[in-house]
């Protein structure tokens, strides 16, 4: 009890730890998990917050015995039969040769809107996004929704929540610290909130249902696709269903489906212009992410980046996509 209260800050309740779903059949991993859970103590500065963060970094890293994180994409991969195209479906059910599950659910707190809304998620090795959406193969996880910029906006009035996502259970520690580090810098400063509405991990192609009939959103729109300007307006968006927004699929190489790649807050806004949060972009305003952040709050700050690349993943300001465009909301173990 006395150690539970020197982690406690001047708030009513001890936030929630992540934790995975599996611990009864990933107990190697469950244990990892305790030892990676991040500290809160009264007054701790932005700098004591960050070594707290490395220290906790490093320590997972030596339990998992790596130092560089694309050894996890070389390990995953050795499970596999050569020349077979790689499917998180048949990935997950995979073991490590500790016998441990590769797929795991991790669930970790998380900063949401007032009047969020929580909306199931749905995945399947299938090759279009509309066939999960209207069959529902499989749970997934879940995702939330916000229909206003106002409400995106007003971190005044966020509450912590908790989001669920599947991933591979040799990264889901190191997953696991980067993004309460997320959430407690928002414990301690409520200016640096940042809503993880949707946090993607190991699937092939998700979608979230097709029931739920017309809705209409708001997102930012821009004048042009390629520039510097900032000069963003709000879209009223109307579409067929949450489906719309809240869909993808991975391509056959991508480390989404070894489930070490990690889309923060990846949503699809048809109609408007490099508004989306972090989309796939060329635009020059994209590397201007504190200015991005405050424009939509969904947007990830530099600070978000600078914390990923501290752990060892590749960012999106380090490689490109195609076609000189960048992936702003991806980050991952890298390839090489």
């Known amino acids: 009890m ?101 797929g795991v659910t991790l669930e970790v707190p998380v900063w949401v809107p007032a009047r969020a809304q929580r909306l199931q998620t749905y995945c399947g090795f299938e090759k279009k996004w509309q066939t999960v959406a209207l069959t529902r193969p499989r749970p997934s996880g879940y995702v939330w929704f916000v229909r206003t910029m106002r409400e995106v906006n007003n971190k005044a009035d966020y509450r912590p929540e908790k989001i669920q996502f599947e991933v ?9 610290v980067l993004l309460e580090y997320i959430f407690r810098e928002g414990w301690y400063d409520p200016s640096r909130r940042v809503p993880l509405l949707s946090v993607r991990m190991g699937e092939d192609t998700y979608a979230v249902s097709a029931a739920s009939g017309p809705v209409t959103a708001e997102c ?31 391509a056959p190489g991508s480390n989404h ?12 806004y048809p109609g408007v212009v490099d508004g989306v949060p972090n989309p796939i972009s060329r635009a020059i305003r994209q590397y201007n992410r504190n200015a ?6 969904r947007q990830m700050p530099m600070w978000v980046y600078q914390a990923a690349s501290w752990m060892g993943c590749r960012i999106p300001q380090s490689w490109t996509y195609y076609g000189y465009q960048t992936d702003w909301e991806h980050i991952d173990v890298g390839t090489k």
Not at 220 to 236: H, K, N, Q, W, Y
Not at 292 to 297: I, V
Request: contains cysteine; positive net charge; hydrophobic residues 40%.
């Open 292 to 297: 991005m952040h405050k424009l939509d709050a």
């Open 220 to 250: 930012l729109t821009f004048p042009d696709r390629e520039g510097a300007s900032l000069a963003a307006t709000v879209a009223i968006c109307n579409y067929s269903s949450l489906a719309d927004i809240y869909h993808g699929q991975h």
């Open 2 to 102: 006395a150690a539970e209260v020197a982690r406690r800050p001047e708030t009513p309740a001890l936030p929630f730890h992540p934790q995975i779903l599996e611990a009864s059949r990933a107990p190697q991993t469950a244990k990892i998990l305790r030892w990676a859970g991040l500290t809160y103590a009264p007054h701790m500065s932005e700098r004591e917050r960050e070594i707290d963060f490395f220290q906790r970094v490093a320590q997972v890293k030596r339990l998992l015995g790596e130092s560089r994180l694309v050894a996890l994409r070389h390990e995953t991969l050795n499970l596999l039969p050569p020349r077979q195209e790689v499917s998180w479906e048949d990935v997950r059910r995979r073991r490590w040769p500790g016998g441990e599950p590769v």
């Open 257 to 268: 489906r070894l489930g070490l790649g990690m889309d923060l807050n990846d949503s699809n």
């Open 168 to 176: 591979n259970s040799r990264f889901a520690p190191l997953a696991a």
